[in-house]
């Protein structure tokens, strides 16, 4: 008995006790859930429906039809996450100035909300030949004839940049109002201008938001789905990497390959997000966090 | 902050706005399309249609299943909610009174189903589901769900737990409170703005969730967006008018509980999800 309760005692000290195990239905769910099916999916792509142990990879490496799926995707996700982070920047700098952020902050939280579904059903009225974008440029003179949004890149780009942005944005604004603004009033005493303030001291204090920023954004658009599907031309163009793992699945249902197509996404989005981090450490090594103060 | 007066700074200042204001111009137009074509008769070449009409409303209603897809999209979101909220509350309560050898690692874990974009570790996941017969069925499409709504709740309940004095704990328990009674009695009744954004963030998240439960349902267990995705996708089947009719009734499911939500968080927190 008493042994028991030493055990215990020893136990709760270390911070396990009954409260502690309130947390293992949630652990043991995202285990059976979340990291279960990606090792299955993954010991499931070693196992081809026929070929060798890696007869998927090389078959997606080797078919044009397949591996040209990933250039695709990074042709899209990459422009799209670099405008919208570089519009995000400025446009998060005076943001934070605003006394009411909250309406602005509101309406763009919409196009989050709404998902890229209901973005892409919009768009096909709205960028259409004879939809209000069209007809707007072409009332004002700007254009002769309708531009081509639709079942191409653009559309698919733009889609992007419409539930993309505001993302990036909320998530830049985060970072940037978290800079104790006495660091920034501080240069300005000393005489910075406000580019000096921005190059010297925010810049550096935003990398690492900046990074994250990045980050979450290139792997929110490089799995890109619907909207590829109903805005672009998933046949070419925009035959992007999650409908290669799609079709895989769910039209000639070798779950085997689908999961290897799904490796190979994870793949990619891991080095691009490592490469980031990596870059950021060759590029800026220093104490600077931008906690508040 | 002193702003600067310069004209080259108060150019920089108004082609911000004025982006700004495109890009929120474009949003407005695009929602207003939806809303306005599924009133028209015939729009066609023309700044706004012929005519108005709510029939197509009642076209989506009688003709297209919409009750039936509206009853599956509330068990669904019901049951996330529930559940996740029963899952997720306690494990967010542990996580941020106690330090346990594996905390990291399992914050760790907690983190990676918000940070994986869903598609990716959907396929996967429908796989096993699939395999367990779950897949097609409502608590398939439950299941998959919870996946990244769990780790959420628990992400937003930590801090508001930590905001709660210990003291007020350790006093219910010297008059003998049990854990259960500590919960109801006690911490859930102090948690319970932070339970309720949280709740209701889950609550529009799993409306608007098309990855998981496009990958996992089945015909009878489509939500209110899949079934969306697939009338955009079968476009010519049905009227254009009727299909956004449709997306007026999402965009009003969704809109009504963002708004709710809306005044018990900052919109900033419904990105901001990952800390250095």
Avoid: C
Wanted: hydrophobic share 55%.
């Amino acid at each position: 008995m008493s042994d028991r309760i030493g055990v215990r005692l020893r136990l709760a000290r270390r911070g396990m006790d009954g409260l502690t195990l309130l947390v293992l239905p949630a652990v043991l769910f995202i285990l059976a859930l979340f990291v279960y099916p990606f090792l299955y999916g993954l010991f499931l792509s070693f196992h081809p429906m026929k070929g060798g142990t890696f007869a998927n990879y090389i078959r997606f490496f080797s078919d044009p039809f397949l591996y040209e799926t990933i250039g695709t995707t990074l042709w899209l996700a990459v422009p799209v996450t670099i405008l919208n982070v570089v519009l995000s920047i400025p446009v998060a700098m005076r943001v934070r100035l605003l006394r009411r952020q909250k309406l602005l902050t509101t309406i763009l939280v919409v196009p989050i909300t709404l998902g890229t579904v209901l973005v892409a059903e919009g768009l096909l009225n709205y960028l259409g030949p004879r939809g209000w974008f069209n007809r707007v440029l072409m009332a004002a003179g700007i254009i002769d004839h309708p531009l081509m949004l639709l079942h191409n890149y653009w559309g698919v780009f733009l889609s992007l940049v419409i539930t993309g942005f505001p993302f990036t944005f909320l998530l830049t604004l985060s970072y940037v109002t978290g800079i104790d603004p006495s660091l920034e009033q501080a240069g300005a005493m000393l005489g910075a201008r406000a580019r000096a303030r921005f190059r010297h001291i925010l810049l550096p204090l935003l990398t690492p938001g900046l990074t994250i920023t990045l980050a979450l954004s290139f792997v929110q658009a490089f799995s890109v789905f619907p909207s590829a599907v109903l805005l672009g031309a998933p046949a070419g163009p925009t035959r992007v990497i999650s409908i290669a793992a799609y079709q895989a699945a769910y039209e000639q249902y070798d779950y085997s390959m689908a999961s290897a197509i799904a490796m190979i996404m994870a793949a990619v989005q891991v080095l691009i997000v490592v490469a980031l981090l990596v870059a950021k450490g060759i590029a800026y090594r220093g104490p600077a966090s931008g906690g508040k103060g | 902050m002193q702003r600067e007066e310069t004209i080259g700074a108060k150019l920089w200042a108004s082609l911000v706005w004025l982006m700004v204001g495109l890009f929120v111009l474009n949003l407005v137009g695009l929602v207003a399309t939806v809303v306005v074509n599924s009133f028209g008769t015939r729009w066609f070449a023309t700044w706004l249609p012929a005519g108005f009409t709510p029939r197509w409303y009642a076209m989506a209603w009688n003709e297209f299943q919409l009750p039936a897809i509206l009853l599956v999209t509330m068990e669904v979101v019901g049951a996330v909610v529930l559940l996740s909220g029963l899952i997720g509350v306690p494990a967010a309560y542990a996580m941020a009174r106690r330090d346990f050898p594996g905390k990291k690692a399992a914050m760790l874990l907690f983190l990676l189903p918000l940070l994986v974009p869903p598609i990716t570790y959907g396929i996967p996941m429908a796989t096993v589901l699939y395999q367990l017969h779950l897949a097609g069925t409502l608590s398939g499409v439950i299941l998959a769900n919870l996946v990244p709504t769990v780790p959420f709740v628990i992400l937003i309940m930590i801090p508001f737990v930590e905001q709660i004095d210990p003291r007020i704990e350790a006093a219910a328990r010297v008059f003998g409170a049990s854990t259960l009674q500590l919960f109801t009695r006690v911490l859930v009744p102090l948690l319970t703005p932070g339970i309720l954004a949280a709740l209701l963030l889950v609550l529009v998240r799993t409306i608007a969730m098309f990855e998981l439960t496009f990958l996992t349902a089945g015909p009878d267990s489509q939500t209110l967006v899949v079934a969306l995705y697939y009338s955009v996708f079968a476009a010519g089947v049905r009227p254009g008018q009727s299909i956004d009719a449709m997306a007026v009734v999402y965009m009003i499911a969704t809109m009504v509980w963002l708004l709710i939500a809306l005044r018990f968080v900052n919109p900033t927190q419904i990105v901001t999800r990952a800390k250095k």
